[in-house]
């Protein structure tokens, strides 16, 4: 939005011989520092005991009396509310007080690193406009919803309210607030002045408070008016905090995201172990049961065995299918937890929250136990048969096997402990196995259904 590199440089100004402070500085100064803590006057035997500290050494009565009557006519409030904070810490500190301006530590053109960012130095060598654009930018930066009004002329005005936020009570609604720029030339600080008359543009409107926005720095009269009138104020101290803290957002919101994905991809790394886990499971109980079966039983005969063994069988089937189905959805919603296509880095996108991986992998488990159970009806009965009973079982088992195994190729497919590389992450070969695997299990659904439907009517099956 602001053209750094069209500003003039600004002119180092030439260094001033320090002299001490006054002692009347010295006493404005302590007053500015105590009105700030306490917004009250000191009272008269406390600004006499004063003396002593600024002075440097304990006077006796006879001297403290004839240096107060020497500053009878000195008015220390009005002095103390003239200066700003920082002269006051000067001050205080045995220094002269500096000027704002005197105080900038780069000025425009002095170095690359000074021109890569908005600085206070920019926002003094702006021109009237530009510096309004930058207000109205740093009134969104905080929140605001503004619009500049009309017919402001020299000293602009925006109304606004602030995002996401409403005032409690029934009928709550945003903040509103009128909000008024001041420029001052040559270091000059804002004066209480300057807070009347921004408080003044909200007067009359309830619920309505006045935003200031300055690059001078505020005088300690400024600052106690504005807390006396409510008026929210933003003075160049304010300006440079927040310009700070806009030049590292970036890097902030960079490293939360790393550190975002990192724990994602922990969260995912884990997940994707569990459901692995628990498809073999199923996997090796339905491979181990099958083989056991088949080498210790013989062929059922009989018709009222076989319907026996059918309807178990059939029953088995039907809970396998319900636990299938629902691995099916968990599969769905484990994939839909990565992005499709590469991030904007190369990277596979982590788009689920690390409890969320965690949910589908406690998920998994449980729908492993209800596949395992199955698995085991399954195991209770006879491979094989005469009537057409041993094809209709060897089906089903197939069937079951392979829509496993499909699973876990989908499963296979993503691996999230290579997420920095999209490519890397992904596995093509896994995702052609698993569509292998599903049409064969089809295939063999088919045959089960045929198998079944000569099968029935042989045992009285409906």
């Known amino acids: 939005m602001v053209c750094l590199t069209s500003l003039k440089p600004l002119k180092p100004q030439a260094e001033e011989t320090q002299q001490p402070p006054s002692l009347r500085a010295r006493l404005a100064a302590r007053h500015a520092l105590a009105l700030l803590d306490s917004a009250s006057s000191e009272t008269a035997q406390e600004f006499a005991d004063a003396l002593d500290e600024a002075v440097g050494c304990a ?5 403290r009396a004839l240096l107060l009557a020497s500053l009878a006519p000195f008015d220390s409030t ?15 500190s045995g220094r002269r007080a500096s000027h704002a301006a005197a105080e900038t530590p780069t000025s425009v053109g002095e170095d690359d690193s000074a021109g890569a960012r908005l600085t206070l130095a920019h926002l003094d060598a702006m ?15 905080e929140g605001y919803s503004v619009e500049r009004l009309p017919g402001g002329g020299a000293s602009p005005v925006w109304r606004g309210e602030q995002r996401g936020r409403t005032s409690e009570g029934e009928g709550g609604h945003a903040p509103v607030i009128i909000a008024s720029a001041v420029r001052l ?12 008359r921004a408080a003044a543009g909200a007067a009359g409107e309830p619920d309505v408070r006045a935003l200031l926005i300055t690059t001078a720095e505020a005088t300690v009269g400024a600052l106690l008016e504005a807390r006396r009138l409510g008026v929210d104020l933003i ?22 995201a790393q550190a975002q994905a990192y724990a ?23 491979v181990g049961v099958e083989m056991s079966t088949a080498q210790g039983s013989q062929p059922l005969s009989g018709r009222a065995r076989i319907k026996k063994a059918a309807i178990e069988a059939r029953e088995a089937r039907k809970l396998a299918a319900q636990a299938l189905f629902a691995w099916e959805t968990l599969m769905d919603e484990w994939l839909a937890a990565f992005g499709e296509r590469p991030a904007r880095d190369g990277s596979l996108a982590l788009l689920a929250a690390p409890s969320l991986y965690g949910e589908l992998a406690d998920r998994s488990e449980h729908l492993s136990h209800a596949l395992l159970l199955a698995i085991q009806r399954l195991a209770g009965t006879n491979p094989d048969g005469e009537l057409g009973y041993g094809a209709w079982r060897q089906a089903i088992a197939e069937e079951l096997l392979l829509r496993i195994q499909a699973l876990r190729w989908r ?11 999209f490519n890397a992450a992904r596995d093509d070969e896994a995702l052609q196995a698993a569509t292998q695997a599903t049409n064969e299990a089809n295939h063999a659904n088919t045959r089960a259904e045929k198998a079944f439907a000569q099968l029935a009517p042989r045992i009285g099956l409906t």
């Open 59 to 63: 006077l006796t009565p006879a001297k």
């Open 78 to 92: 009005a002095a103390a509310r003239r200066l700003t904070p920082r002269q006051a810490r000067e001050i205080a």
């Open 127 to 141: 021109l009237d406009e530009m510096w309004y654009m930058c207000v109205q930018w740093l009134l969104d930066s």
């Open 185 to 196: 030339a040559d270091g000059a600080p804002l004066d209480e002045e300057h807070v009347r």
């Open 235 to 256: 003075e160049r101290l304010g300006i440079e905090r927040r310009l700070s803290a806009l030049e590292t957002a970036f890097q902030r919101e960079q490293t939360e």
């Open 264 to 286: 994602r991809a922990e969260a995912a790394e884990a997940a994707r172990d569990r459901l692995l886990a628990a498809l073999e499971a199923a996997e090796a109980a339905l």
């Open 411 to 421: 499963a296979q497919s993503l691996d999230p402990a290579r997420w920095r590389d």
